[in-house]
């Protein structure tokens, strides 16, 4: 079951969904014409760094040990965007981001559901081409940490990152009966690479 905004905001209050920093505002008002708040959705924002993998003679080869953050440190340069040196990605060019928004789905003792969430990209976005993040949007029952946004500009066009935009969108879901918690190995990650 997708949750609601009312039912997202319930969750947010009981701990059962931890965003920080917590979107605002969550009605829209006179003054305050937006909220990220969809009837179904939250929006989340670009966070402040950019990897950029490198070209070059390597294979990447996901059956060799090791972590798969560490292999695309090895083979990449991370930058930081602020508002007056934003990131500029030229078509067909792939980069790694993150959410500047902290998400935790805990698993908590004693409820016989718990949450899960899937991050999706924007239409918004996706009309200039933009793939925002694409073949693994799930978020799993237990996670805490960033959310990596593979991001890759199939448009003409080059399109501008700034931090602080909104860039994708959570979807928030109950999972029924709680999982036994088995983190990834991207577990508290705090940079695009996990």
Same mark, same amino acid.
């Given at each position: 079951m997708i949750l609601s905004n009312v039912e997202v905001f319930h969750a947010? &209050?009981? @701990?059962r969904l931890i965003i920080r920093p917590e979107p605002r505002p969550r009605l829209s008002t006179v003054s305050q014409a937006h909220s990220p708040y969809d009837t179904h959705s939250v929006d989340l924002q670009l966070g402040n760094e950019i990897t950029i *993998?490198? @070209? @070059? #003679? +390597? /294979?990447y080869d996901l059956t060799q040990p090791g972590r798969i953050? &560490? /292999?695309i $440190? #090895?083979?990449?340069? /991370?930058? /930081?965007i602020t508002d007056r040196q934003p990131f500029c990605l030229r078509p067909n060019h +792939?980069?790694?981001?993150?959410?500047?928004?902290? %998400?935790?789905l805990p698993i908590l003792p004693g409820h016989e559901t718990c949450l899960a969430a899937? %991050?999706?990209?924007?239409?918004? $976005?996706?009309?200039f081409g933009i793939l925002i993040h694409f073949t693994a949007p799930t978020v799993h029952p237990g996670f805490k940490g960033t959310l990596t946004l593979e991001m890759i500009n199939l448009? *003409? =066009?080059s399109f501008m990152l $700034? *931090?602080?935009? =909104?860039? =994708?969108q959570l979807i928030v879901e109950e999972v029924r009966g709680c999982p036994i918690h088995n983190p990834s190995q991207f577990q508290g990650q705090q940079n695009p690479a996990g």
């Open positions: 947010l &209050d009981e @701990g *993998p490198s @070209g @070059g #003679q +390597f /294979t953050a &560490d /292999t $440190r #090895q083979h990449s340069e /991370t930058i /930081t +792939f980069v790694l981001a993150r959410t500047l928004e902290w %998400i935790e899937r %991050i999706e990209g924007k239409s918004s $976005r996706a009309r448009g *003409p =066009a $700034r *931090p602080c935009m =909104a860039i =994708a």
